[in-house]
């Protein structure tokens, strides 16, 4: 096996087709329950449960070990993680790269660091496919998803973000505006891999002119989307409907979050990847 790509469970791909793929699953952790995130898990059981859930939860990253498995036995291994500003996935990722590199001399593992999660890095994934089947090869693949990682970005709408605070992963203040009753929290995934609260939205049709809005300014002006959602395919389909409506080659897919970003995400969150230039 010449190409691997792996990802690790907050990129929402359970499985994929074409190239040899994995995926590393995150956990999500509670007192009475453990969820893998693999493709066996019932993301919408795990929500429901989590809604019912009073105690403390919480999650955790694949450890070294774990991605070295991944790796198998592929020459060449591109790796994408969830943003090192708010995981260790990526840290992980470096020391089984270290290891892979030294116990295997000539073969190379090349570490994407996201910045972002969920249907962004569905999109890197599915641009090192691309590449791949293009018959590209390691550096000028290296040298392109290095591109376009500039040239797609991430924006969510969340009407939750209380597992975000209680994980510590925001601003508890932020949290709580968020938690008011209708007003949704729109906002990008940062240049340095943190949420970055734009919006405070109340209301549905207020949420999703305020991602239009940012989609714009952000630069899309047509092209590649992906609405991942958590239990909220209405939503998404408006965001689409709307993208199409003002954007004649908008190509919009909608998909939904697996478990770590339903878990992050909440009920009713979106996570929308998109492109804003030919990459
Ligand atoms: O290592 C771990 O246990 C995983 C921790 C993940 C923490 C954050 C996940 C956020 C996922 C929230 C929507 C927007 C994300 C923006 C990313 C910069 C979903």
Redesign the pocket.
């Known amino acids: 096996m010449k190409f691997k790509i792996v990802a690790d469970s907050?990129a929402d791909i359970p499985v994929i087709s074409g190239v040899p793929f994995e995926s590393v699953p995150?956990k999500i952790v509670t007192d009475v329950k453990e969820y893998v995130d693999d493709a066996a898990l019932n993301v919408t059981g795990m929500v429901e449960d989590l809604l019912k859930y009073r105690g403390k939860s919480g999650?955790?990253?694949p450890g070294p070990g774990e991605w070295v498995t991944s790796f198998g036995d592929a020459e060449y291994v591109f790796c994408v993680t969830?943003?090192s500003n708010?995981?260790?996935?990526y840290n992980s990722a470096c020391v089984a790269k270290e290891q892979y590199e030294n116990e295997h001399p000539g073969r190379k593992v090349y570490i994407v660091d996201s910045?972002?999660?969920?249907a962004e890095m569905y999109m890197i994934v599915e641009k090192l496919q691309e590449l791949i089947l293009a018959g590209k090869e390691f550096d000028e693949i290296c040298t392109e998803i290095a591109a376009y990682t500039d040239n797609v970005h991430?924006v969510?709408s969340?009407e939750s973000l209380q597992n975000?605070a209680n994980n510590g992963?925001i601003n508890p203040a932020v949290a709580k505006i968020a938690g008011v009753l209708g007003i949704r929290m729109v906002g990008i995934?940062?240049d340095v891999?943190?949420?970055q609260p734009m919006y405070k939205s109340r209301g549905e049709k207020k949420a999703i002119a305020d991602i239009l809005k940012i989609m714009k300014e952000l630069g899309y002006a047509g092209g590649r989307v992906l609405i991942h959602n958590c239990l909220n395919d209405h939503a998404a389909k408006e965001v689409q409907a709307e993208l199409k409506k003002q954007f004649a080659d908008a190509d919009v897919r909608i998909g939904k979050t697996t478990g770590?970003?339903s878990f992050?995400?909440e009920k009713g969150g979106l996570?929308i990847g998109f492109e804003t230039a030919k990459a």
């Open positions: 907050a995150l999650t955790a990253c969830i943003t708010l995981s260790g996935s910045l972002s999660a969920g991430l969510f969340l975000l992963r995934a940062s891999g943190t949420l770590l970003c992050y995400a996570m």
